[in-house]
T-cell receptor, first 113, second 113 residues
């Protein structure tokens, strides 16, 4: 049973506009969330994370929002650039139980120049 | 250069022929983990290790073995591979505490015929 879900397999956005990638989870015990970016033929690379004690975390063009009551997080990329075209995975963990990580199925983002 | 290396990068084998995929990291990370990526299923955790001689099952451990005799190495062993283990495999490592970002290897594409 998929505990972390990314319901949009793909997303296309014009360069310069905002990209919003969404992620839902079912386990209310998750307390740490991460986003990874993956280019073809490479391993995922860490992008940004958020602890459940926060509802927002920013790093440059990337902002992650966490809505615990809705069990939903989103990644905002502003402005989007062609180099952002990649597959984005969200991941969740229960940090006091040995750090098992649960990943979503990924969203393929295409930024159109 | 800080990195996670995996070998081989590509492997085609036959059902039942034992194989080992090696993983090594040079960042002195305590935590290491193996994932498989399948279409529509995202990344699923196979096994993880919190430190030397400490390993635990992830979401999909059946048919796999691991060992952690040295801090830098975390091999994945398939004693009797089957076609349903055809997948893209990633090794990852990280430090023990926050932040929980993992560093991923480049992946191993395994085909079992």
């Amino acid at each position: 049973d998929q505990q972390v879900k990314q319901n949009s397999p793909s997303l296309s956005v014009q360069e310069g506009r905002i990209s919003i990638l969404n992620c839902d989870y079912t386990n209310s015990m998750f307390d740490y969330f991460l986003w990874y970016k993956k280019y073809p033929a490479e391993g995922p690379t860490f992008l940004i994370s958020i602890s459940s004690i926060k509802d927002k975390n920013e790093d440059g063009r990337f902002t992650v929002f966490l809505n615990k009551s809705a069990k939903h997080l989103s990644l905002h990329i502003v402005p989007s650039q062609p180099g952002d075209s990649a597959v984005y995975f969200c991941a969740a963990s229960i940090t006091n139980t040995g750090n098992q990580f649960y990943f979503g199925t990924g969203t393929s983002l295409t930024v159109i120049p | 250069e800080a990195q996670v290396t995996q070998n081989p990068r590509y492997l085609i084998t036959v059902t039942g022929k034992k194989l080992t995929v090696t993983c090594s990291q040079n960042m002195n990370h305590e935590y290491m983990s193996w994932y498989r990526q399948d279409p529509g299923l995202g990344l699923r955790q196979i096994y993880y290790s919190m430190n030397v001689e400490v390993t635990d099952k992830g979401d999909v451990p059946e048919g796999y073995k691991v060992s952690r005799k040295e801090k830098r190495n975390f091999p994945l062993i398939l004693e009797s591979p089957s076609p349903n283990q055809t997948s893209l495999y990633f090794c990852a490592s990280r430090l023990a505490g926050i932040p929980y970002e993992q560093y991923f290897g480049p992946g191993t594409r395994l085909t079992v015929t």
